[in-house]
């Protein structure tokens, strides 16, 4: 049996080593299901990780402990150096505005035209900006996701991957520093799927922003990683590229790459 | 007879409805202050549902006036209808009626936008947005019910008392004039006064069962719907249990 040092991977050389997320020793529980036991991870800027995992291996757990929509029962998430299970609403607002989430159902408010999802972080989060000032922004947002006729438009009159680039137009209107990306394709036919990895490789060259993108979709793992970690009973399996662990002898991480 | 399971599971959800209104009680004073989706939602609400209220309530006067007529001219108090139907409406029909139709409309709405934003993630998007999404959605929707369904039960009592005169005409011959003198002069405060409080009662009921409801919506669109349903099941049982509760209480200060 392998340890489970033995499958990390060093980080290659030329990424930059300034980490925006640590986590450390992170444990989530529901009941007696154990989703996180142990799990550490680095960010560093301006890279793309994928965490890679079996549905319900606790990604999406993760990634809400990341964003404080969960509390994890031990360790710490520290993003920007605060540690989230630490701060007040206040403070995690904060980091929230630096730090966008593309949810897995795109999470769109219905009842809103395109605009008005759009503008929705931007007031909530309390920038003092001008109404003009708004409109550039809705529009430079839109323009970089390719839709930028769709403004009016109300979320129903839109297919699922155009939902898909203005739910990523409404991340990117407040200019993260680091994106969270939740199955980003899913439910997407592969063509889409691809445009939309696509469109986050070219954000994150543009905006050099840092990624974490939580995905089962093999084409999506390789199109848009930089360094991959594989969850595996809620614990940091292994880490490398793609093409390093394409190579790796345990079963468990070869069987995603098969 | 009720098994220990059904018994455990009411009680487990009147202490989550507790404490969810607790936590509105809370959330009620404290800023940041939704008025603009206050608004909104009273628009929603209220301006939304009077074609709705106005229509029932027009209709409740007249069929109420045609079915009693017979009776009223067999003791030969024809003359009094509009004393008794004005009565009947205000104190009674009027409020019970208007907090039905409003449960049907207002509550399932509630109840299946809020649960369907639940399913799709639109409560977590919000709440990283930097909104607090119990305010924005449960603290405006619920002070927008509770005060929209006074005014909209006013509006309905007087197109019921529209439809009553209409009714009495059928058959009658009474003048706009006298109908409406004979409707006020045998109104009292004390009909009008409990059976306006107890509106307000009414509309928070049907807010906040609707919100909770939606609120912890969970499994799916299956859950949306059975949220929907239950917050209009819910709600139209608390306006009779409230309705009972009012009657009791203005019959220990005398109102009755």
């Known amino acids: ?163 898909k680039r203005i739910a990523l137009a409404r991340t990117l209107i407040l200019k993260p520093d680091i994106i969270l990306y939740d199955e980003p394709t899913t439910g997407l036919d592969p063509i889409t799927a691809r445009e939309i990895i696509g469109l986050m490789v070219e954000i994150q060259k543009k905006y050099n922003t840092s990624s974490l993108i939580i995905s089962h979709d093999m084409n999506c793992v390789r199109m848009a990683s930089d360094r991959i970690v594989v969850l595996v009973e809620g614990k940091c399996y292994a880490s490398g590229t793609f093409e390093q662990l394409k190579l790796h002898p345990d079963p468990k991480v070869k069987h995603f790459f098969e | 007879m009720a098994r220990p399971s059904n018994i455990k599971s009411f009680l487990s959800e009147a202490g989550d409805m507790s404490r969810f209104t607790g936590r509105l009680f809370t959330s009620w004073f404290k800023p940041r202050y939704e008025f603009a989706e206050f608004f909104r939602q009273c628009y929603v609400i209220g301006y939304n549902s009077l074609p ?32 008794i139907v004005g009565i009947a409406i205000v104190r009674e029909i009027g409020p019970v009626i208007t907090a039905l139709i409003f449960a049907g409309k207002i509550g399932s709405s509630i109840g299946a936008e809020l649960g369907s934003m639940k399913v799709t993630e639109q409560i977590d998007a919000m709440e990283v947005s930097g909104t607090n999404p119990f305010k924005y959605l449960v603290v405006t929707r619920v002070l927008a019910a509770t005060c929209m369904l006074p005014v909209l039960t006013i509006l309905s009592d007087a197109i019921s008392l529209y439809g009553s005169y209409l009714g009495i005409n059928i058959r009658g011959t009474t003048s706009f004039h006298l109908f409406w003198t004979q409707v006020f002069d045998n109104l009292a405060f004390y009909d009008v006064l409990p059976a306006f409080i107890k509106t307000f009662f009414f509309g928070f009921a049907v807010g906040i069962i609707g919100c909770y409801k939606g609120y912890n919506s969970n499994k799916g669109t299956e859950g949306v719907g059975r949220s929907a349903n239950s917050a209009v099941v819910v709600s139209s049982v608390m306006i009779f249990i409230l309705d009972l509760l009012a009657v009791q209480i203005t019959d220990i200060f005398g109102f009755n």
């Open chain 1, 1 to 163: 049996m392998f340890s489970e040092t033995a499958y990390i991977v060093k980080q290659p050389s030329e990424m930059p080593q300034e980490a925006v997320m640590t986590i450390r020793h992170l444990y989530k529980s529901f009941g007696n299901n154990h989703v996180l036991m142990d799990f550490n991870l680095d960010l560093y800027k301006g890279e793309n990780v994928v965490v890679l995992g079996k549905s319900g291996s606790g990604k999406s757990v993760l990634i809400k402990c990341i964003i404080g929509l969960l509390f994890p029962d031990q360790g710490s998430i520290k993003v920007f150096g605060e540690n989230i299970p630490d701060l007040n609403i206040a403070a995690l607002d904060q980091i929230r505005a630096r730090v966008g989430f593309l949810f897995q159902s795109n999470a769109l408010y219905d009842s809103m035209t395109v605009r008005d999802n759009l503008e929705f972080p931007l007031r909530r989060h309390w920038i003092k900006v001008t109404q003009e000032e708004v409109n550039t922004m809705v529009i430079d947002a839109l323009e970089d996701v390719g839709l930028a006729h769709t403004v009016d438009m109300m979320p129903i009159e839109l297919s699922g991957g155009m939902r």
């Open chain 2, 52 to 83: 709705l209220v106005g229509l029932t309530g027009f209709i409740m006067g007249l069929v109420l006036t045609m079915q009693l007529r017979p009776s009223m001219v067999d003791y030969g108090v024809e003359s009094q209808l509009p004393v």
